[in-house]
């Protein structure tokens, strides 16, 4: 590994498993829509492959999602799979607050002055300073009538800002494949119920385990009463701090939702290391972990086979000591999306009795003071970010191929239906989250494998090849 200075630009060459990629920062800045912008900048992190880019092949820019942009370019293997067809340059964009792309460095998360600059705008502008910053790089000879040769790629947040980023920025990106991107999620209380319908189905469909994991909601409520009741659940589940009151439950409890949800998100049918490392089709593994313990005949147990079974994704490797339920500034990408789900990207879930979690209700008022509370910043209001960037109304929108995966919970938001003949859906059965951009395996059913050769028919349709 070698560090190499050329003007405003540095970076790292190192080696993965998808070939040779460099890691490089180009500054951009803080605050693109200021009247006043002054020269406050940062370095944004992206990475790059020239490994299969011959000269006048396009740019597939991968928009980064809520986490470090490593994370996604080791997951994300479609790109590098189907870019020597096309002679393709590689990029993967990281997002603003996230990974090492801080615009403020450690103080980035630490006070509503500094995050005020997390914004989805920001983020797309950022994305734009760096194509046209690679256009003129690789491309500046080569343009013809304007059009840059530049298509979009993301998965899930990532999936929202490849679509908008065709939308908004015609002129930059020719073409996008959003993929798994809930954009009727945002701001639609419509679909309050349906992500919760989709994540009780998958659970019942891997395994028939939806009833026990349904009533150890009030199996932990009824424990945690007491303080010894605390010191026990903290001990089953293992966490780093005992729960010590009715706040530590209510987070150690949407802690464990999340759990559930990551694991059907990531159903995949081989071992991955995606958000953590998980077996293959890991929630058909817990519900048949959990049902080895057979019938339990009290509460307690009841949690101890469920924090067994769901060893399987909080500790597959061996090596977790602890379970932290917290949500704090120092892990900055829960924190950070958690602000963007407060401050703009506001997805309302609510769940009934019929589903395997607790009954909830939605109500942007308590919502947003929640999120006041927390971050000090009032929320947008409720349809802005719709407003900004075109949300729903797509029929005005061209080039954009929106995939959603059946056994994913989040196409409860997805586009599941043509648009246009330029703005088109393929659903994909018995598929998790963004499954279509993930490397081949030789374990892909034909579902996915299919959607993959549409991707490419429909990029070559773009290049005009």
Known sequence: MFLVFLYSIYFFIFTTCYGVVQELFVDVP?????????NDTFKLRYLLTEDFYVKGGPMFFYCGNEADILTFYENTGF???????????????????????????????LSPETLRYLT???ALSDFVCLIDHLNREYYSTMITNDTYPVIAFGGSYGGMLAAWLRMKYPHMVLGAIASSAPLLQVNNLDLCQSFYNILTEIYENNGNCSYPVKISWEAIRNITKTSEGKKNVSEIFKLCRNLVNEADTNKFIDTLTDVYVNLAML?????TKFLSPLPANPVKMFCDKLRSFGLVKTSLDLLKAISSALEIATNYTGQVKCNNFETTPEQAVDYAWDFQAC??????MCSTKYHMFEPTQWNFTNY??????KYNVQPYSFNE?????????????????FSNGLSDPWSSGGIL?????????????????????????????KYVVDARQFHVRQIKSWLNI
């Open 267 to 271: 159903n995949y049918p081989y071992p």
């Open 385 to 401: 970010v719709l407003v900004e960037h075109g949300g729903k109304i797509l029929k005005y929108a061209s080039n954009i191929v």
């Open 417 to 445: 239906q043509n648009v246009s003949n330029s703005v088109v859906a393929i659903v994909i059965p018995e598929a998790a989250h963004h499954y279509d951009l993930r490397g081949a395996h030789p374990v892909d059913s």
């Open 79 to 109: 790109l590098i799979d189907i870019a020597p067809t096309f002679n393709a340059l590689v990029v993967f964009a990281e997002h603003r607050y996230y990974g090492e792309s801080l615009p403020f460095g450690a103080k980035s998360l």
């Open 120 to 122: 989805t705008s920001q």
């Open 368 to 373: 947003s003071n929640e999120c006041t509370k």
């Open 343 to 348: 401050f703009e990207l506001i997805m309302p």
């Open 30 to 38: 803080i605050d693109h829509f200021s009247l006043t912008r002054n």
